[in-house]
């Protein structure tokens, strides 16, 4: 198949959700061509099979906000007649899902038919897509998609709870990629550089946002290491890192808090890491939760959105309510306080986490992908037909 791929090319999970999809897709021997306004991060363009073209949009004194929907229907058109792709897979419904909607109505004008998957990742629904601005966007958009997923059981309620749709959405929960979960063995382990012997090795992975509820995680994790000896690991950037930070010194604690900013060793600081904390407001999936217990950290999370979905209470970890500090820290002790039963959970997180393996969810895009050609080619073949029988 000769698929494109719209997404955001941030560090943000849709975009690597939909970067690790393509790639390996590619290497699948099938042909992927990512299109979007940079490279994205997780982009390695080593496969002849994965391509990536970038949207230019021209600056206008006229326009206040340039018109980045336009540019990149327009090039949308100009990719698929120029590689003859079969499929648009979307992710993230704004603008993605009506650039692509925009795009196939030209594609009919030229008699090009060419179906369109869109993904549903979260904040495309609750936050932006909900907004009154955009909602009948985002609800025309989706329903014109001919394939729509979710990455969650909970985004799916969400978006027909908040939203006017129409259609069935499929769910596909996000993934990892387990096979890649190895350091290399001639690099010596780094964990002092972090920590100290004896010292627990606590995780938060964001861009720091308020829905992840920074302060939280600042305040469980005071909580945890007046009990025992602990330090905690803040990777990632946002408008609440500088609030943070202030937390810290207040508390007494900046000493025992490194703030690492977006970081390109996430795996490494994950494979020496003891506790995972997530405490926010809402998760569609909890895709940075899944990607700790792949590398066997167990996680303490709040219970709302997607998270039950992938995180399991006295398996995985823990949930509480949001909020609930003092529970939270209370779990995170019961889990570090014994090395026994941080070894149990450690080898439980990574049981749950292999259920979510690449290669148990490709098949499910792979099939939705073969399911969805067919009918388009039995579509258009009979209107082809119905055609030249009244000619």
């Known amino acids: 198949m000769r698929i494109a791929i719209v997404c955001y090319p941030t560090f943000g999970g849709s975009g690597v959700v939909a970067t690790e999809l393509g790639l390996e897709l590619g290497r699948m021997g099938h042909e992927v061509h990512f299109i979007t306004y940079s490279q994205p991060v997780r982009l390695a363009l080593l496969n002849p099979n994965v391509h990536y073209h970038e949207v230019n949009v021209p600056e206008y004194p006229l326009f206040h906000y340039q018109p980045y929907e336009l540019a990149l229907s327009s090039k949308l058109v100009d990719m698929v007649k120029l590689y003859n792709i079969e499929i648009l897979h979307v992710h993230y419904a704004i603008p993605h899902?009506?650039?692509?909607?925009?795009?196939?109505?030209?594609l009919k004008q030229a008699g090009i038919h060419i179906p369109m998957v869109t993904t549903l990742h979260g904040t495309d629904i609750t936050l932006v897509g909900n907004h009154p601005y955009y909602k009948p966007a985002v609800s025309f958009s989706i329903n014109k998609s001919d394939v729509v997923t979710s990455v969650s059981q909970s985004l799916k309620e969400d978006t027909y709870r908040l939203l006017n749709i129409k259609r069935d959405i499929?769910?596909?929960?996000?993934?990892?990629e387990l096979d890649k979960n190895t350091?290399?063995?001639?690099?010596?382990?780094?964990?002092?550089?972090?920590?100290?012997?004896?010292?627990?090795?606590?995780?938060?992975?964001?861009?720091?946002?308020?829905?992840?509820?920074?302060?939280?995680?600042i305040r469980i994790f005071d909580k945890i290491q007046q009990k025992i000896p602990a330090k905690l690991m803040m990777v990632g950037d946002g408008p609440e890192k500088e609030k943070a930070e202030l937390l810290c010194q207040e508390l007494g604690?900046?000493?025992?808090?490194?703030?690492?900013?977006?970081?390109?060793?996430?795996?490494?600081?994950?494979?020496?890491?003891?506790?995972?904390l997530l405490p926010s407001e809402t998760e569609s999936f909890g895709l940075a939760a899944l990607e700790a217990m792949a590398w066997g950290v167990p996680v303490i999370s709040s219970n709302s959105g997607g998270l039950p979905e992938v995180n399991f209470p006295g398996v995985s970890g823990y949930l509480s309510d949001v909020g609930e500090i003092d529970e939270m820290a209370e779990n995170a002790l019961k889990i570090l306080s014994d090395d026994v039963v941080l070894c149990e959970f450690k080898k439980n997180a990574l049981e749950v986490a292999k259920k979510f393996d690449i290669k148990h969810i490709l098949p499910l895009y792979v099939n939705l992908y073969e399911e969805v050609l067919k009918k388009y080619a039995k579509k258009y073949v009979k209107k082809a037909k119905l055609k030249s029988g009244s000619n």
Do not use: W
Not at 97 to 106: F, P
């Open 97 to 106: 899902a009506y650039a692509g909607y925009m795009a196939r109505q030209m």
């Open 170 to 176: 499929h769910v596909i929960p996000n993934f990892i």
């Open 183 to 217: 350091l290399d063995p001639h690099i010596p382990c780094r964990r002092s550089v972090m920590a100290e012997n004896g010292e627990r090795i606590i995780t938060h992975i964001s861009n720091f946002r308020k829905v992840k509820r920074i302060p939280d995680i």
């Open 253 to 276: 604690i900046l000493d025992k808090v490194i703030f690492f900013g977006n970081s390109n060793e996430i795996d490494k600081i994950l494979s020496y890491s003891d506790l995972f």
